[in-house]
């Protein structure tokens, strides 16, 4: 819930092909074309695994923007919003000197006692069991998988098991789910969808224990020697190195023991993918017995990935009611406009002007932004609404959020439009 979003990755965090946010099982997360550029440039490989850690949520405009009068590109053309994540922008006030690893661990264990009132004696005993481990570098330095279009992108999450699986694991815990969803007003397919993506309903959510993974990478976050890649990968590296002082806290908060929890490789956890930061911050008790429980109690678990949907997009977090997204069309002869993010400011009107038509009735006053998919026949357009925005703080990614969208259409039993 997962990788985010100058680096703010989201709930589930990084992953490449593999089931959520940098993982190797079952389900294949292609972030970012890089989340990824958060959508992840770099990590089409990096999938936020769910983390659920994501972009920051932006500040609502007063009013919903217009759109920009066309205008001569004076340089290279903006990456689009899929790429765009991982783009870091210059900041001279942040200092690149490498810290010796000695001296980086114990400020980490004085500034992390300090922030979270522990003993400092306690992360000591737990950090001198923590391993360093090659397979995590590995994992995280892998080159960024080819761009795939959306005809090849689809299948490798909506397909006729996750499907069914999906509609057996909703009417197994129906009763919890729909509480939820009254409750939240998140459609309870939409729930078991990500569940789906992200770990096959809770059928891998990892095999790497988290304290490694988070250890290696906040201290030991590979660099690849490129100049202007090293602020990206300065602010990854401390975004671990947060991440695993957000562990201590969350095993002094839940009782969990940091020596025997399994995650991602990017250190998320549970059936919902949810780095420690976004544990935290939008974990729920949904049965009332006191702990947030995400690995083994579903009622937990469904109310934190519902509470993730609604809180993480600030004023763009999941709507009551709305619409996720529609299918348009564009006028021949304009040019598809993809723009910075997918943050739905766009009137209908501003579409309108710009080609796109949507074929479903569109409820009055909503904003939207336009989506372009490689489809196998050629490229297929969306409007996707505040909903399929909630959906990328997910994972940043257009691609994932459709492909979730459409897996809870399908588990829903409505009839999908052709990839």
Not at 17 to 29: K, N, S
Not at 107 to 124: G, K
């Amino acid at each position: 819930m997962h990788l985010k979003q100058s680096l703010n990755f989201p709930a589930h965090l990084v992953l490449a092909i593999h089931p959520a946010d940098g993982q190797e099982p079952p389900t294949p997360v292609l972030t970012f074309a890089p989340m990824t550029r958060r959508v992840l440039a770099c990590l089409l490989t990096l999938g936020l695994v769910a983390c659920a850690t994501q972009p920051k949520s932006p500040t609502p405009p007063p009013q919903a923007r217009s759109a920009p009068p066309p205008r001569t590109p004076s340089g290279p053309t903006p990456a689009p919003a899929e790429t765009s994540v991982e783009a870091v922008k210059p900041d001279a006030s942040i200092d690149l000197t490498p810290v010796p690893f000695e001296v980086a661990r114990a400020n980490f264990i004085r500034d992390t006692a300090a922030r979270f009132a522990l003993d400092p004696a306690s992360i000591e005993a737990v950090l001198s069991q923590a391993n360093f481990r090659d397979d995590v570098v590995a994992l995280m330095s892998k080159p960024a998988e080819r761009t795939i279009g959306w005809s090849e992108y689809r299948p490798r999450f909506i397909t006729a098991a996750r499907i069914n699986g999906g509609k057996a694991f909703l009417a197994t815990h129906r009763a919890e789910l729909m509480r939820v969803q009254e409750r939240t007003g998140v459609p309870a397919e939409i729930i078991v969808s990500i569940l789906g993506v992200e770990t096959s309903y809770g059928g891998y959510t990892g095999k790497h224990r988290v304290l490694d993974a988070l250890y290696t990478l906040a201290f030991r976050y590979p660099r690849s020697g490129n100049p202007d890649r090293a602020l990206y990968e300065h602010k990854r590296e401390q975004f671990f190195r947060d991440e695993l002082a957000q562990l201590f806290a969350l095993g002094k908060e839940q009782g969990i023991d940091l020596l025997s929890q399994t995650g991602s490789y990017a250190g998320a956890m549970g059936m919902g993918q949810f780095m420690p930061s976004s544990y935290r911050q939008f974990g729920v008790d949904g049965d009332g017995d006191g702990r947030i429980n995400l690995m083994t109690d579903f009622d937990d678990i469904f109310s934190s990935v519902a509470n993730y949907f609604v809180k993480k997009g600030g004023a763009y977090g999941w709507e009551r009611g709305g619409p996720v997204a529609v299918m348009a069309t564009l006028a021949p002869g304009r040019e598809a406009f993809n723009p910075d993010d997918w943050t739905p400011t766009w009137t209908m009107s501003d579409l309108a002007a710009r080609g796109y038509t949507p074929k479903a009735p569109v409820p009055a006053g909503l904003t939207a932004t336009p989506i372009t998919l490689a489809a196998s026949d050629g490229p297929q357009y969306w409007l996707g609404f505040r909903n399929y925005y909630a959906i990328t703080r997910y994972n940043n990614s257009k691609m994932y959020a459709m492909a979730v969208f459409q897996l809870s259409e399908a588990i829903a039993g409505r009839e999908l439009p052709p990839a």
